[in-house]
């Protein structure tokens, strides 16, 4: 079966710093597949590339067989990639409840209309309010978004990737910042979106990755040293040696 | 209509008064309270269109005068041309054609340079826009056929069905029934998707875009829209002075806008009319005091941007960061 | 084909160019070292012209009185900077525009007060006053070439001091990391200030060379302050070298569009459309030459490397 997303020769240089050197990366439907590697090793550039935030120096990005590589980051939304942000990017000036169904609004048709209120549009403003109930943030619906905390940010930003339907979710860790007991929780909640998403999931929290993923690969100084079954990189001498070699 | 907060008490208050001063001080014999009275109705108007794109939108446009003189100025030309002639496929007296042609000069202008100005934001922005006001005033004030900067009067006014314009009564109430559906027109399309979309992207356009909106698109449409707001406006304004010339578009009117948007309120439906009034109130008490009414203007602008913690741009950006 | 026209109406392309470029340096070093948009820059170049007229009036020697007036307009520069343009630093880029715009109508109006509405004619000494014959035929006021040298040799002047002076490398240094610099023990306040009124002073500058050509008037700042901002826009914000090219490039093309356009219109054109559209399209040619630059390339033509 395709790979969902494939990444072949992806190259992305700052200056002299190669950020990004020659990655190949393969995400299967449905799986939960993990990046880890040392700080700076270039996970945030990478995921950036594939959410087209960020244009590639070389290579190719395709999804679902169709290339993708060049396209603005408006239209990969559309083709069914949703992102995360590692540092949390919300609609600050409005209501939690706002946030969510403008994802939602993104998925009903164009926003060209300019008569009826959108908070009185039912189904968008229902199906927002049952995404939030899915990760418990209800109660907190109708607040301003900068009165939550920083954990209820991240909540809101897993809502968000939910409720805009993307079969692939790249997720750029989405545990920072979070104490022990909510991290727990997002973990559960992670583990129930196995099998109904496709999650490219960006961490340095090792008991979320190995709790989550299917496979892992590792990024260190751009390049992907090994990608495998969660034991398999376990038992690698490559990655120990990066890992342990630098920390 | 729902719960009134205190803002929209203020808001009708404010509109009812405008509705009843100015025409009992003109059938009291004060015209010049009427003329102020419409003055400041028809920069509310522009003020408001500012507004839209400024307060809502998050795009800092310094040139928003020239829409204010294109729209003037398509009053002014065929007027012009209609009594002197010179140039029969535009002369014409006919309101409702010069209306038109008005609000589509405005839009072509505000889709060509609002197509090559959002490419850019912030400052840069700014100054394109302010660029391209510029542009438009060099570009009459070398029109020698209609006096260039010396200005274009009219013998004659629009010829609407129902109103005469030459009655200052009907005038105000043409301007004022205007103003009041600018400001519906607003609050409509902000709060709509539309709405949403351009005020989303206003706080935090790279979440929007990772959502999916071609934001660049949606807020070039408000610019048109604004624009077109903004040329009628200006063909109002033509109609009132009588009197038509490239200073309109000089880009200190258009500093003059930004700072009755911001002052007033960036971001709330009163703003506007209430940043145009203080303006108008302004001008009129400075001015009868000393010719050089600019320098404690200026001076007042000045002491506000300093002291306002976080300056102006942080009270109309303040709500969310 | 006029060479001789064609040759003079480059001159005072270039000579245009140049004056710009003063303009335009002092605007984008201060914005690109001290990240502050100042509106109020043609209002300094408007004054400097003013102090100058004056001066020249009163001493009866115009180089005497440029000598005198550039320190003063300096000292002006400085006042603005400590009183104003200080307390702006930590705001929003557009507060600075919205700031300095209050700052256009104190200066503006300040002048007018001072010097009245009506502008002063700059009398030239006769030695400046003649003509320079070139060649056959091609004969340039004296005075235009003045400007050229000059403008050139400012230029020079800026290149070595930003690139091969120990203040240029503070200069360049201060931009990208002010508390590094200051902890080094070098006070950025000052510096901010020094390089504000060199900007000043270079803004007077060009206001004193032009006025002699067309007299001082009140309005000469705001109508500078856009053209200058187009240079900065096309040429690339914070980058000297951009603005010189830029400013060259739009002398030339504001220059020549003005004198060769309608004869180039009228190559297509009935002569009555070619005499009314072409000074119409000549005043836009500079901001059609942005916006083209803008759609290609949004950041300018040299934009700087992000440090």
Sequence with gaps: MAPLLQVKGLMKSFGGVTATDNVDLDVIKGEVHAIIGPNGAGKTTLVSQLSGALKPDAGAVSLNGSDITYKPAYKRAKLGITRSFQITSLVMGMSVLDNVALAVQANDGHSYRFLKPARKISHIRDKAMETLIKVGLHKRANEATSALSHGEHRQMEIAIALASEAELMLLDEPMAGLGPEESALLVAFLKELKGQRTILLIEHDMDAVFALADRISVLVYGQIIATGLPDEIRSDDAVRHAYLGEE | ?321 | MDYTLLFTQVLNGLQLGLLLFLVASGLTLVFGILDFVNLAHGSIYMIGAFICASLTLLVGNFLLAVLIALPLTGLVGYVVERVVARKLYDKDHLDHVLGTFGLVLVLDTTAQIIWGPAGITVPLPAWLNGQVELFDGARIPSFRLLIIGTGLAVAGGLFWLVNYTRLGMLIRAGASNRTMVSALGIDIQFLFALVFALGAVLAGLAGMLISPITGTSIGMGGQIIITAFVVIIIGGVGSMKGAFIAALLIGLIDTLGRSFLDKLFALVMSENAAETAAPAIAAMMIYILMAIVLVVKPQGLFPPKVR
Excluded at chain 2, 39 to 45: A, E, K, P, W
Excluded at chain 2, 84 to 107: C, K, M, P, R, V
Excluded at chain 2, 213 to 242: D, P
């Design chain 2, 1 to 321: 209509m729902g719960k009134m907060t205190k803002t929209g008490w203020a808001t009708l208050i404010g509109m009812v008064a405008l509705a009843i001063l100015p025409p009992y001080f003109l059938l009291t014999g004060q015209a010049f309270y009427m003329d102020l009275a419409t003055r400041l109705v028809i920069l509310g108007i522009a003020a408001t269109s500012l507004n839209l794109i400024l307060g809502y939108g998050g795009m800092v446009s310094f040139g928003h005068a020239a829409f204010i003189g294109l729209g003037a100025y398509a009053v002014g030309i065929t007027s012009y041309h209609a009594t002197w002639g010179g140039f029969d496929l535009i002369a014409s007296y006919n309101g409702l054609l010069q209306l038109i042609l008005a609000l589509s000069i405005s839009a072509a202008y505000a889709l060509v340079t609002g197509a090559i100005s959002l490419r850019t934001k912030g400052v840069y922005f700014l100054m394109i826009t302010m660029a391209f006001g510029q542009m438009a005033f060099f570009l009459f004030q070398s029109l020698d056929v209609y006096n260039g900067d010396d200005g274009l009067t009219i013998d004659v006014r629009s010829e609407l069905p129902f109103i005469n314009l030459d009655s200052p009564m009907q005038l105000y109430i043409l301007c004022y029934i205007s103003l009041v559906v600018a400001m519906l027109l607003v609050k409509t399309i902000v709060n709509s998707r539309f709405g949403m979309v351009l005020q989303g992207a206003k706080d935090n356009n790279e979440r929007m875009v990772t959502l999916g909106y071609n934001t660049y698109f949606y807020r070039l449409t408000a610019y048109v829209i604004s624009g077109v707001m903004c040329g009628y406006a200006g063909f109002l304004l033509g109609n009132f002075t009588t009197f038509i010339s490239p200073a309109m578009m000089h880009w200190t009117r258009s500093g003059e806008l930004m700072f009755m948007v911001i002052l007033g309120g960036a971001g709330t439906a009163l703003g506007p009319i209430l940043g145009s009034s203080i303006f108008i109130l302004l001008e009129e008490a400075l001015s009868s005091i000393t010719l050089y009414w600019h320098l404690p203007f200026g001076v007042i602008l000045i002491v506000v941007v300093m002291f306002v913690r976080g300056g102006l741009m942080g009270l109309f950006k303040g709500k969310g960061e």
